[in-house]
């Protein structure tokens, strides 16, 4: 089943990147969000404390809320980078390492994203469940761990040449 094709403002690098991709072409604004999310719930919490005094310690609400605001802020920043690899917002940088990064496998002779022990079919059902599913994560947080080759782009502008179809004869 093909990608869905959906008009972006900006070129779209990967439909599905894998989480490593994802995480190492992370802005240092996606950590300062990630940052402020987990700092932002304990203080939310002390704020909300002050307002109105419960006269209960606050250390395990405390940790509990750090926890979850370090969960919530690193999923948060996840999606903002990979809505750069969907084009849907700004990606110059993103577009400029994804090119280099793929151009040098491409002529190192190796596949452009990895190679996989799956078979073909748990590759292709990866990438179904897996494709924009960081839109989803409210309801489940889903990453691409699995090496496929449906990504919704042209391989052929890294240099990868098509394979010739050869029959036995």
């Given at each position: 089943?093909?990608?869905?094709?959906?008009?972006?403002?900006?070129?779209?690098?990967?439909?599905?990147?894998?989480?490593?991709?994802?995480?190492?072409?992370?802005?240092?604004?996606?950590?300062a969000?990630?940052?402020?999310?987990?700092?932002?719930?304990?203080a939310?919490?002390?704020?909300?404390?002050?307002?109105?005094?419960?006269?209960?310690?606050?250390?395990?609400?405390?940790?509990?809320?750090?926890?979850?605001?370090?969960?919530g802020?690193?999923?948060?920043?996840?999606?903002?980078?990979?809505?750069?690899?969907?084009?849907?917002?700004?990606?110059?940088?993103?577009?400029?390492?994804?090119?280099?990064?793929?151009?040098?496998?491409?002529?190192?002779?190796?596949?452009l994203?990895?190679?996989?022990?799956?078979?073909?079919?748990?590759?292709?059902?990866?990438?179904?469940?897996?494709?924009?599913?960081?839109?989803?994560?409210?309801?489940?947080?889903?990453?691409?761990?699995?090496?496929?080759?449906?990504?919704?782009?042209?391989?052929?502008?890294?240099?990868?040449?098509?394979?010739?179809?050869?029959?036995?004869?």
């Amino acid at each position: 089943m093909p990608i869905k094709e959906v008009e972006t403002p900006y070129p779209r690098i990967d439909a599905d990147p894998h989480a490593s991709r994802v995480v190492r072409y992370m802005r240092p604004s996606d950590y300062a969000v990630w940052a402020g999310a987990t700092a932002g719930v304990p203080a939310a919490l002390h704020l909300w404390e002050m307002a109105d005094p419960t006269k209960v310690s606050l250390k395990t609400p405390v940790r509990l809320g750090g926890f979850l605001g370090f969960i919530g802020g690193f999923m948060l920043a996840y999606q903002r980078s990979s809505a750069r690899f969907w084009g849907w917002s700004e990606n110059k940088r993103e577009e400029e390492m994804d090119f280099k990064e793929l151009s040098q496998r491409a002529s190192e002779g190796k596949p452009l994203y990895g190679t996989s022990q799956q078979p073909e079919w748990v590759q292709h059902a990866a990438s179904a469940n897996s494709t924009f599913s960081q839109l989803k994560f409210s309801a489940i947080p889903m990453f691409n761990f699995v090496n496929h080759n449906y990504h919704g782009t042209d391989p052929a502008k890294y240099g990868v040449q098509p394979k010739e179809s050869t029959e036995d004869s």
